[in-house]
Each structure stands twice: as structure tokens, then as C-alpha cells.
């Protein structure tokens, strides 16, 4: 290659970089899609908790991580144990049920139609109340390593691991276990 040659594919580079990546980055989807009611973004729901079901709506695929949007059915009364995440900001939007939501110091009673904001950083949990199913439509922003660690807990990879090892685990997915599930306390 002569030397003019190479030092405009240098400038080319310096220039659209983002041209030059793009056959070696993946890039977010560039085209709309619909998941359809009851359906999942993969044709896999993620099965966890003993009947809960996460249904992925916008995937951390779709979105080079930037958002990961899911709908989560549970069956079950209570919720997981109070923690925070490093990077994410939560949002819960309550589609069927009720749920306790604690966020810092507040805890909220929700129901269909309310949403629920948690800065990352802040501890938070939440807990489905009372008999039937619960829907939430739960966003993750960025996205982190959310989706993976839901399909890693759901292979049975926290099974049998201790108390330690357990806090490692959440840790390496970008969040901590501080406290109990908000099901411990009583109901404001």
C-alpha cells in the first residue's frame, strides 16, 4: 500500500470512526420490533421464583445495554431482598396487583396504573401483596448485566452457593444485598 493511501484511510478513521467500527462493534437495533401481549423478545420467558415469569420486552441485546424493559408475573406473595445497584436506575409500573415498593426511607403502596421510581445507588425492594397474580412492567436503566444475571439465577447457577458467595455472585452482576425483603415488615 503506498504511503497516500494509507494515511487517508488514517484520516478516514480519525474522521468516522464510528464507519470504521461499525463491522466490529455490535450496534443497537436499528429497526423497530413489537413483542406481542404475553410474549417474549426472545421466545424464551426467563421461569424464576417458583412459577414468577419474566417476559423480556426490550432486551439488553436491543440496546447495546443502554435499557432493558421486562414484564415480570408473579405468583407468589413477597419480593427479593433489599439491595441497590451500582449503576441501574429502577422503575416499576404496576400492570395487575398490589405491591409494596421501598425506595430509601419511603415505602409506597402501589397498584395498577402506579409507577415507582429507584435511583441506583438508593437500597430498594418490593413485595407482591395479597392473593392472584401481580404484573409488573419492570425497566432497568442502563441496563447493566440485569437480563444475564435473571438467566443465570433461572440455569440454577446461585443454587447451593452460600451466603458469601451468593453476595460475590450479585456483585459481579452490578448490584448488593443490604437487608431482608420488604415481606419482614408491616404494611404502612
Not at 414468577?52 to 414484564?71: A, G, I
Not at 405468583?75 to 449503576?87: N, R, S, T
Not at 403502596?109 to 430498594?124: C, E, I, L, Q, Y
Amino acid at each position: 500500500m503506498k504511503r497516500n493511501s494509507f494515511l487517508q484511510i488514517l484520516a478516514g478513521l480519525a474522521i468516522f470512526p464510528s464507519l470504521a467500527l461499525g463491522r466490529f462493534v455490535t450496534l443497537k437495533t436499528r429497526k423497530g420490533f413489537k413483542v406481542a401481549s404475553g410474549s417474549d423478545r426472545n421466545q424464551k420467558p426467563i421461569s424464576l421464583f417458583e412459577g414468577d415469569m419474566f417476559y423480556t420486552k426490550v432486551s439488553q441485546k436491543d440496546t447495546d445495554r443502554s435499557l432493558y424493559v421486562f414484564e415480570s408475573t408473579r405468583v407468589k406473595k413477597g419480593g427479593p431482598a433489599l439491595h441497590y445497584h451500582y449503576d441501574q436506575d429502577e422503575t416499576w409500573y404496576v400492570l395487575e396487583g398490589e405491591f409494596l415498593i421501598k425506595v430509601g426511607e419511603e415505602t409506597y403502596n402501589a397498584k395498577a396504573g402506579d409507577t415507582v421510581f429507584g435511583p441506583r445507588g438508593v437500597p430498594h425492594t418490593f413485595a407482591k401483596l395479597g392473593e392472584g397474580n401481580g404484573r409488573l412492567l419492570m425497566i432497568f436503566q442502563p441496563a447493566g448485566k440485569m437480563e444475564e444475571f435473571f438467566i443465570a439465577v433461572a440455569e440454577g447457577k446461585m443454587k447451593g452457593l452460600s451466603d458469601l458467595q451468593q453476595d460475590e455472585f450479585r456483585k459481579a452482576y452490578g448490584f448488593v444485598a443490604v437487608g431482608p425483603a420488604i415481606e419482614y415488615q408491616k404494611k404502612p
